[in-house]
């Protein structure tokens, strides 16, 4: 299972990417392994406010329907329509292509709840 | 989880495939081996193979036994030559539904019936206290493996798991040895593509199974399955059928025949047909790419009052859009009614199409 190093995770199974105070966040790839052929994505809206732990998207397989939580404070900026148009691209590269949205964040304390990728490995074992 | 299920005989190929299991009716069965788009491919495009050991086998014999089960059963025995099979219903005494099943005619006075996983004990009972005549009634069940190879492939996959040997015709059941081991072989299926049900010795089930898969099947769970069946309409009972519906009102009267003389739950049947079918089992299709609909969503009319549940629902692989089924009341069942469905508060629309969902070419 591919756990990136430099990425931060929740036990949710999401993973953040952390690049300033802008959070890309999408679903690992054990998430995806898990739920199987990706075939619906719902996304949040540019410019909502999201509280951590909210669930902001859902992610959907032929059998079960996934909720996509906000990781942490902060405020929608950009969100994949990519994913929307071909969910498939979540299976196929969750870390790069398969990015749900994007938030942007306040608090650099937020970021503490967040695992490594070694927790995170632990977590999925 | 899996402390409770009872397992196949065909446990140590899943677990060496890696399949994903599930709780279903009782048994810890695979879901999936890989993707279930893919599988749901292999079976429309070239032949999957099912673990269908779950299923139920009973056997009856007798100078009594087809006349006592063409008094219990809705589709006309009579109509079955040695070697033949046809879908019909056990019912109640109120025309509802115990279980829809396969009957084969082995020989002129024996027969086979496969019957759902979730019902075998509720059939054979039922079955049992309304024996009649000279008949032997047996539930092997337990002794029995099954697997399903589905698609436009499986003739050529029985072929060379059988050393050259043919399928029985279209609904038909041939009744062999294989080195001293019976084997029954049904050609029928669950998923609207040739195919054929395969029953042995419990024993000899993984044998048989991974000889399907080496001879050009690929192995496929409940999740295809399902997707597969949905395609086709083919009804899921506990689901789709139930004791509080008949087959009229499923839309199944192909498979019931009132004219054949008195049968478990005919008078009701008769009744309800006199009376006109307040409500029928509707096929209901968006009509545009959105989020899989699932059992239990609120099927709406199209100023939004909430009039039924999906029975069934999934995304459909081949059509790429929601597909379901629904009792809707008769003035809504009619082929072009708008309807919508409700996912997560979004209203999506749809509408009743004629069954089924998927057809070939």
Known sequence: MNVPEKLRYTSDHEWVRIEGNIATVGITDHAQEELSDVVFVELPSVGLAVGSGDSIAVVESVKAASEIYAPINGEVVEINTEVENDPSIINGSPYEEGWIFKLRFDEKSDLEDLLDAGNYEDLIH | MSGELKETPLREVHVELGAKMVGFSGWDMPIR???ILQEHKAVRE???AFDISHMGQF??????????????LTNNLDKLGEGEGHYTFLLNEHGGVIDDLLLYRIRENSFLLVVNASKIAEDYAWMKAHRKGEVEFKDCSEEVAGMAVQGPRSTDVYSRMMGGRTLPPRNGVDDFEVEGQRILVCRTGYTG????EFFSASGGGAHWFRSALSDGAAPCGLGARDTLRLEMCYPLNGSDLSPERSPLEAGLAFFVDLEKGEFMGRGALVAQKSQGLKERLVAIRCLEAGPPIR???????REGNEISRLTSGTLSPSLGVGIGLSYLPKALAKVGTELRIEVRGRNIPAEVVKKPFYKKG
């Open chain 2, 33 to 35: 081996y890989g993707s």
């Open chain 2, 46 to 48: 070239g032949a999957g």
């Open chain 2, 59 to 72: 056997f009856v014999e007798g100078p009594d036994a087809a006349s006592w089960l063409n008094k219990l």
């Open chain 2, 193 to 196: 593509e040739d195919g054929f």
């Open chain 2, 295 to 301: 059992p239990g969503a609120v099927v709406q009319d």
